[in-house]
């Protein structure tokens, strides 16, 4: 009887250790540090849910890793000379641009049925509709006037005005009309709530790319099976896992434990916990930064009386050492910015001021402003107040609390004292900044798009106000005629020469009058498996997701 | 006894009005709605579209107006949708719910079944060297901040060894229950650890005094033995207080553990709640609050009852207030 219970425990275990599994290669397993809340392509942007969803789905155009607009759901980019983009005269006699997009062919939504003008037609009545929850309103209801179809995979569509982006519908995601339409026909005001995307997540009719959704544990894991269905090339991985960790010391943990292949920096670990990292553990990893459209800076109230002086904006900017907190926080990882435009930007102009590290010259700024030195302490003006400023940012944030403190220190040696203040960034960005109640200064970051025109942040038509209900997000007050005029012209000036010297033109008002004070161009910290190659960071908000089929495993 | 759990149910419920009203009021006071937050983190969303979105939500309609329609729905059994999560209330806390009751439960009875012979074993030998280590022992779990123990839990036995897993819940896809296993161990661990501490020194304290009780002399000297002196005497009186204690810490096993549940990802009560209130997303986190609420409620019913039982002397006519 022992013998047959030993016999028994033997089977059992050699059963076990035989059961099918994954191989390591053909499953990667990605850990992130936030489960995203909702799945609906075009409600509520979140940057974890579009790193999941962007290896199933594909939008028409984006950006690629080379800041470059690509087609990816379209056959070809249109344009001019192509004939696929042609000026229009409408019958109240505005102009814009008709643009032809032609569907790729062989797309095909996960259960088999083609990707058609039928959805191209659906996503627009969608997205139209008042009550549908889109974030992107603007694009469906008032950009697009109207979409022409040709055919099943040809399709017009009509913009409002003649921009120069006409190309571009990064936004416009296509959605599932087989399967959307019956439930958003029969209550368009619960459509966001009851849309499949939330009530059948794992439906494979809703992606279309090299991979499908396969299961959702809510703030666990999303699991992602290679799609039948997919036309492009064979992706790498019969599985995908994205684990969310939402602690980094505990995401770094599972990295270390081996239960992670990678953790990638749109939805990561900060940089400071990299670089470390790097430091104990960089030989079994690839760690890659990749500088991007992350643009660090503080937000200068220009209704303080203080800083309505250019000349204190400038000494504010010339006291900090901004290479030396690179090198010294960020390992040198975080090109300093000297404007809103990054380097990396097709339209970003070198020919504009600049402001290197200069305490001497701060100085004598600051004494023309009428600041001058009384001993050790803050400079004082004429009136016998001190120089002082509060600066904020998201408490909690290591980063910013640490360039914060290097911050403080420096300008106190320029003779201004700065006082920190810091507050949740639900009450930051919630209240505080939208009701433009911080006194001063306010550190934290804007993400944007290639060659993004800077106008919900710099136009004078977008300062938040109590009559306007606090919409726009210009938090600093800056108002500037002909930057306001350029903000407007760049969005129809397309010829290449004329746009570049807009751009040109429109960067050096900023870098002159400083509305912000430039830091930094944040870095995302990538820490890749090496047996993986392929992984191409773009830098912007596109994830790198979205060329998933090019990862390959290592021979 | 029914008159007694009556009276106590119209009191729970009255308890649970004034609660939706204070938690109603204190989220509406918070700066921000969810709306303000998405045009906070994206730049191409125009006014237009947040005064859309905050017409959509209901976000524009006055706070008491809002509280009435969601009373008279909740009254019907609708509590509403999540707005972080886009379904039902209920759909969101649910699964949540029962990942809480399996992780704290599992802690809570570990930690009573720990604490109670330890506390006892450590109040028999008072100032002795084991009393010394029981209570160095106690003092580190109180002392030692969750998230760092579960750090070095997680350094220790999945970093280091390799024998656990470091987080989630279990592993990916379906699995069987023991499968699941080796997932609770460094939660349940890290939980036990932080709050066997607490519920020993109660009982230890309990226990000196009731040691030193006359009953106690009496019953030696009737040569009973040290056994059953202690457990079926003394333990019954000591354990009084400690349930007052305990069934407080009942009304936890609902409202979750956030920082373990953060540190191991575990998909639990204590993180829903928190990013319900850091996500303004009022249905689920007043819904999820009011539940803690009442297994305080039910927690302390539990103990009353358990007092009438433990002690014959308290009677139902008495506990009603």
Redesign the interface.
Known sequence: MRRNRWGALVLAAGMLASAPAFGAKDELVIGISQFP??W?PS???MAAKSYITEMARRPFTTYDADWKLVCMLCTDLPAEDKGTAVLETRPDGSRGFAVTYTIHPKATWGDGTPVTTKDVLFTWEVGKH??S?F????LYSRDIVGITVKDDKTFTVHRLKPLCTYAEIN?FNILPAHLERPVFEADP?AY??R?KY??DTTNPGLWFGPYRIA?V?????V?LEANPTWWGPKPPFKRV?V?????T??LE??L????LDMIPGEAGLPLDQVLAFEKRHGARYTVVYKPGLFYEHIDVNLDNPVLQDVRVRKALLMAIDREAISKQLFAGRQPVAHNQVNPLDRVHSDDIAKYPYDPVAAGKLLDEAGWTRTGNGPRRNAKGETLTLEIMSTAGNRTRELTEQVLQAQWKQAGIEVRIANE?P??L??????ERRFKAMALFA???APE?I?R??LHST?IPTAD??W???NFTAFRDAEADRIMDDLETVCEPKASQALWTRLQQIYAEQLPALPLFFRADPHILPKWVEGIVPTGHQYATTLWIENWKVKE | MTRFLLSRLLQAAVVLLVMSVLVTVLLGL????PV??????????????????KA?HGLDRPLHERYLNWLSAALRGDFG?SR????PVLA?LA??LVNTLLLLGAAFVLAIAVALPLGVYAARRPHSLIDDAVNLFCFAGISIPA?WL??LL??LF??TL?WL?????GP??AAAWWERLPYFVLPVLTLTLASIGGYTRYVRASMLVELRQDYVRTARAKGLSERQVVWRHALRNAFIPVVTIVALEFGTLFSGALVTE????W?GMG??IYDSI???DANVALVALLLATATTLAGNLMADVAYAALDPRITFRELRT
Do not use: C
Not at chain 2, 84 to 87: A, E, I, K, P, T
């Open positions: 809340a909702n609906h409600i509520e942007a008042p009550q929850g974030s992107n309103f603007d936004d005001a966001r709530l849309s939330e009530t299961a544990e809510p703030g666990a894991h699991v896992v684990k969310a960790v939402e602690n010391a505990a943990a599972n270390l434990a081996g239960q949740p639900r009450v960005f919630g209240q505080t900044l939208r804007w993400i944007s993004n800077p919900t942040t977008m306007n209900g919409a726009g997000q | 918070m700066p921000g709605d303000d937050l998405m045009a906070a983190g994206n730049p191409h969303m125009t006014p237009a579209d947040v005064a859309r979105l959509l949708h972080l999560y886009s379904q969101v699964p949540r998230f579960a750090l997680i350094l999945a970093v390799g897993p470091a987080s989630g819940a990916v896809g953060t540190m191991f990802a998909p993180k829903l850091m996500g303004n």
